[in-house]
């Protein structure tokens, strides 16, 4: 398992994190998993001992029973929090009341309390503003996120699901009132699931967020067990079918030239296609989650696997992304100063060689 660091911190997480959206089964959660602590703790257990300490949850899960298990298998395995990157998240609604969801600073304060109790931990490592709250002023939310930072129950806090420009809001409100940034972005990227590359990704480079990528396998699509003929019959996307695949024929086109790599390296389906999310610009790791854990181990042998150029190319090949405005004009535009940049590149090896 290889460690990279968070963005701009000099926190490591673990390539693979683990996902706990299996854990409970609470209401209509029972779609994605319902495992109680005893399965926790066996997951859990796997993980670590492979090397992980990365693990994300989010309130919402269960409606806050995802948090109390995750908690109880830490505890179980007698896990000092110290040793973990633990993250969750906050927005959605785990109680009943008018407030109680969303952004608001009153909300986002109860809620990270709540989130501390049922994980039976003093602090979140990262914590993550989830999806969007139209309602409230971005900068009430993050004078929240500053303020749990400053008190020590945060760490480092994130953003999920933001469109890039809300990124580049929160990074601007941050560096104006002297804020701590968001660290991370928590953000759907498969190779079915290619969007965030044509906003979000470029604006995680340059302002150096760190990119944590759910769902890697397109909610199991990319395992190669649903056919492309068939509706899916066994495994999550059978009840529920999320994320997407806009296209279905473009996305089994995916699967099997995953599958035919998968052969040629005598690894699994699952693995290639977490290889490619690791490989993607900014990427400091994935979430995978599990059911059983065959399925755990098989996410974990991911881990270290390193696709060829030429690999990565048949990939996108088979599910392009066709470059949007005004992105198609700005690279068109910078042909010659790239052109250029590469000539005096070229020049300076040239010296350099020259001069032995």
């Keep these: 398992m290889k460690y990279l660091l968070l963005g701009l911190t000099g926190l490591y997480v673990s390539e693979i994190a683990l996902g706990s959206m299996t854990f409970g089964g609470q209401g209509n959660w029972n779609v994605i998993g319902s495992l109680g602590v005893d399965h926790a703790v066996e997951q859990l257990r796997i993980f670590v001992d492979a090397g992980g300490n990365h693990l994300d ?3 919402m899960y269960s409606e806050g ?5 995750l908690g109880q298998a830490i505890r179980k395995l007698g896990l000092s929090p110290h040793d973990l990157v633990l993250a969750t998240k906050v927005r959605h ?16 304060l109860r809620a990270a309390e709540a989130s501390l109790r049922r994980l039976g931990v003093d602090h979140l490592d990262l914590y993550y503003l989830h999806d969007i709250d139209k309602l409230t002023p971005l900068e009430e939310s993050l004078r929240a996120m500053e303020d749990l930072q400053r008190s020590g ?7 999920s699901n933001f469109p890039a420009y809300k ?12 804020w701590d940034r968001p660290v991370a972005a928590q953000m759907y990227y498969s190779a079915v699931g290619r969007d965030i590359e044509h906003e979000v990704i470029p604006v995680l480079q340059e302002e150096q967020v760190a990119l944590v990528a759910w769902s890697p396998l397109a909610g199991g699509f990319l395992t190669g067990k649903y056919a492309r003929d068939a509706r899916a019959t066994d495994g999550r996307r059978r009840d529920f079918s999320f994320p997407p695949v806009p296209d279905l024929a473009q996305g089994h086109d995916t699967v099997d030239v995953l599958r035919a790599i998968a052969a040629e390296r005598g690894l699994a389906v699952s693995q290639i296609a977490l290889a490619w999310t690791l490989a993607r610009p900014v990427c400091a790791s994935v979430i995978v989650g599990a059911s059983n854990p065959a399925q755990l181990r098989e996410n974990l042998g991911a881990a270290g696997v390193a696709l060829t150029s030429a690999e990565v190319d048949r990939i996108e090949a088979a599910y392009p992304r ?3 405005y005004p992105r198609w004009q700005v690279e068109f535009q910078n042909r010659d100063r790239l052109a250029d940049a590469k000539q005096m590149l070229r020049l300076v090896a040239d010296d350099r060689v020259a001069a032995g």
Excluded: C, P, W
Aim: aromatic share 6%.
């Design 153 to 159: 129950k945060v760490r480092h806090f994130g953003v």
């Design 322 to 324: 066709s470059d949007q």
């Design 65 to 69: 029973q995802t948090e109390t298990i």
């Design 93 to 108: 609604r785990v109680e009943a009341g008018v407030n109680a969801a969303g952004f608001s600073r009153d909300y986002i």
């Design 167 to 178: 990124i580049a809001q929160t990074l601007g409100i941050a560096d104006r009132r002297d």
């Design 57 to 59: 949850t989010a309130d």
